[in-house]
């Protein structure tokens, strides 16, 4: 069995202006809410029990999906207040029932090649970040790597084409053991560029279809390109 956290509990501050009255994930695209576009694919996928990471407004979602969404069992683990990417991680690290565990973003979409994701993993059995080639890092940052190996990150503002972060991670599940659990932290900022030169990170290059919802200028762009998905 493979299993996913989804990150679903941030405010959606950049997106509020648009969407006022729901949590970022349930912003609806192209007729139905993003998190079901992408939990829809995930079940696809071969995911048969997914955590879902939920904070601000984290009703809305629960009595939207329940405990069960196309085959796929849904356990809530929620925020009483903000933890950030790691935090939320940590927390949600507890259901996992496995020794590894697929992490997503609720409000980017990722077609990824969950098989040879999960391949790449068993190789090494380190931590992985799924990276994307863009024409333009300047808004991501981006990932310097030397063959398999990710060996460090650049800020964001750095013009030109790159590999960036696609937001999804394979990780073991004791990865954050060293984490007070309810201690709010940055999984980007204050583990993975902090760990990147003593510990293994591996990446794995997506060719797959990306998109970030999280400005309105994507959240607009993402009306058009998911509305076959």
Known sequence: MIEAIVLAGGFGTRLQQVVSDLPKPMAPVAGKPFLEILLSELSKKGFKRI?????????KIIS??????????LVYEIEDRPLGTGGAVKQALQH???DHVFVFNGDTYLDLDVDAAELKW??????????????DTARYGRIVFEGD?????????????????AGCYIL????LDDFELGSPFSLEVDFFAKVVQQQRIDVFVTNGHFIDIGIPEDYFRAQVELTSI
Do not use: H, W
């Open 51 to 59: 955590i879902l990471s939920v904070g601000y407004m984290a009703d």
């Open 64 to 73: 939207y999906f329940g405990d069960e969404f196309k085959g796929v069992e």
């Open 96 to 98: 996992c029932k496995t």
């Open 122 to 135: 068993q190789k090494n059995k380190a931590m992985l970040i799924v990276a994307k080639e863009v024409s």
């Open 149 to 165: 190996r990710i060996v460090g990150f650049s800020e964001k503002g750095v013009e030109g084409s790159g590999l960036i972060n």
């Open 172 to 175: 073991p599940v004791s990865v």
